[in-house]
């Protein structure tokens, strides 16, 4: 039995298998050679190292919890979108993450659960993680949408209109 379980978005018929993304690979070099690398991510190094040799880190390159790191997050109004990989203590739990380089910069996020996994570690692509704001914390003003800076969001009557995210299940079928 593996130590972990990769969850990658199914494939159209005669295409070749999907590795995971260039982008968190290249987020994953970087980190691993900060030494931000959770330990239990390591199991993941190899298919990542490959996917991620030669292309620049994204930014953020990673948003990391102890027993969670999402990979090449891309931030939305309401949660955060990416390459997640994870122990299975935090599936279905709120955890805080902090910002890969910016430790102050912290967010709680609700990590999905596991698909299907039934190993100690699993990867999901494109997973989706909301944020959670606590009962005695003061909201955050809603980051802009991807494309979206400061007064060129555009206005429907007194409320502005933003595209809202893909909430799909943000699972991936199928494993590698």
């Not at 990769?6 to 298998?17: C, E, F, K, N």
């Not at 980190?31 to 239990?40: I, K």
């Not at 805080?96 to 609700?110: E, H, K, N, W, Y």
């Not at 009557?157 to 933003?162: E, Q, S, V």
């Amino acid at each position: 039995m593996e130590d972990f379980c990769w969850h990658l978005p199914p494939i159209a018929a005669g295409d070749a298998p999907q590795g995971p993304p260039a982008e968190a690979g290249a987020a994953m070099l970087a980190l691993c050679e900060a030494q931000q690398v959770p330990g239990f991510a390591m199991a993941f190094y190899d298919a990542l190292a490959t996917a991620g040799e030669g292309i620049t880190p994204p930014t953020p390159m990673a948003l990391l919890a102890d027993d969670a790191l999402l990979l090449a997050p891309v931030e939305h109004q309401d949660g955060w979108r990416g390459l997640l990989l994870a122990e299975d203590t935090a599936a279905g739990q709120v955890r805080t993450f902090r910002m890969a380089g910016d430790p102050q910069r912290v967010v709680s996020l609700l990590v999905p659960d596991a698909p299907d996994a039934v190993t100690p570690a699993w990867a999901a692509a494109g997973a989706w993680l909301p944020i959670v704001q606590s009962a005695d914390s003061t909201p955050q003003p809603p980051a802009l949408p991807p494309g979206l800076t400061g007064n060129s969001q555009a206005t429907n009557g007194d409320h502005p209109t933003t595209p809202e995210p893909d909430t799909g299940d943000g699972c991936c079928e199928g494993s590698g």
